[in-house]
C-alpha cells in the first residue's frame, strides 16, 4: 500500500522534491502541496491548500507530510509545528545516494543524489543533504541542518542544529562545531566553532557573530 504524502512549499524545493519521489519512491504517493497563503490552487495537478485548510482535513494518523524548506530555521519552526499536531514526517533518500548500512538518518530529511555517508554517521530530523556531498565516518549531524553540494566533511565531525554548509566547503577531521554555524561558499574549517555566525575563508574565521538571523 502506498503512503500518502504532502509536500508543504511550492516553489523550487519542492518541485524538485516533487520529481524525485515521483520518479524514485514506487511506494508513495503525492496527494498535494501546502502553503501558509497560497497564491495558486493547483501543482503539478495537485491541489494546493492553505495550511489552515489543510488542518481542517485532520489526517494526522493517514498521511506523512514532506517539508524540503531552505531556511533552517522556518523548516524546524513548521516541523515541530506540524509535529505537535501529531503529524508523521515521511524521509527521501535517493537510490543513488550511498549510505552505509549502520547510517542512522532522521525523520523529515531529505537526502539527494551522489550523497557519501560513511560507516557510523548519525543524521538528524529536519536535514537536507543537496547533491554531491561526502560526510565521513562517524559523524554526527544534529537537527536542521542544510548542506548545499559538494561539501566534503571529514571524519568524526559533531555539527551543531540548524547549521548551515555552503557549496565546496570542508572541514578537518574530529571538528566540534557549534549550534547555528554557517560556513561560507568555498571555505575550510580547520578548528572547532564555539560561537554562532558566518565563517568564511580558508582556513574560516568567524565575520559575522551576530544578527545572522536572516543566514539560519
Avoid at 496527494?31 to 492553505?50: Q, R, T
Avoid at 523529515?108 to 538528524?124: D, K, L
Wanted: some cysteine.
Amino acid at each position: 500500500m502506498k503512503k500518502d504524502i504532502y509536500i508543504f512549499g511550492t516553489r523550487e524545493n519542492a518541485e524538485c522534491a516533487f520529481y524525485d519521489i515521483t520518479k524514485y519512491d514506487i511506494n508513495a504517493q503525492l496527494c498535494g502541496f501546502i502553503e501558509d497563503s497560497p497564491i495558486i490552487n493547483s501543482k503539478f495537478d495537485l491541489p494546493v491548500y492553505s495550511t489552515k485548510n489543510f488542518l481542517d482535513l485532520n489526517l494526522q494518523n493517514k498521511i506523512s507530510l514532506f517539508l524540503p524548506l531552505s531556511k533552517n530555521k522556518i523548516r524546524e519552526k513548521i516541523y515541530i509545528k506540524f509535529k505537535n499536531l501529531g503529524y508523521k514526517f515521511y524521509t527521501f533518500i535517493s537510490p543513488m545516494a550511498n549510505v552505509a548500512d549502520n547510517v542512522l538518518i532522521g525523520e523529515n530529511s531529505y537526502i539527494q543524489e551522489y550523497n557519501n555517508i560513511q560507516f557510523g554517521c548519525v543524521i538528524g530530523n529536519n536535514c537536507i543533504l543537496w547533491a554531491s556531498n561526502h560526510i565521513g565516518h562517524h559523524g554526527k549531524i544534529g537537527n536542521s541542518v542544510f548542506l548545499a553540494s559538494h561539501v566534503c566533511i571529514s571524519g568524526r565531525n559533531i555539527i551543531g542544529d540548524r547549521s548551515y554548509f555552503g557549496s565546496n566547503s570542508t572541514t578537518r577531521d574530529g571538528l566540534n562545531i557549534c549550534d547555528e554555524t554557517i560556513l561560507g561558499m568555498a571555505s575550510s574549517l580547520i578548528s572547532n566553532t564555539k560561537k554562532s555566525g558566518v565563517y568564511v575563508g580558508n582556513p574560516a574565521k568567524l565575520k559575522i557573530p551576530s544578527k545572522i538571523e536572516r543566514y539560519i
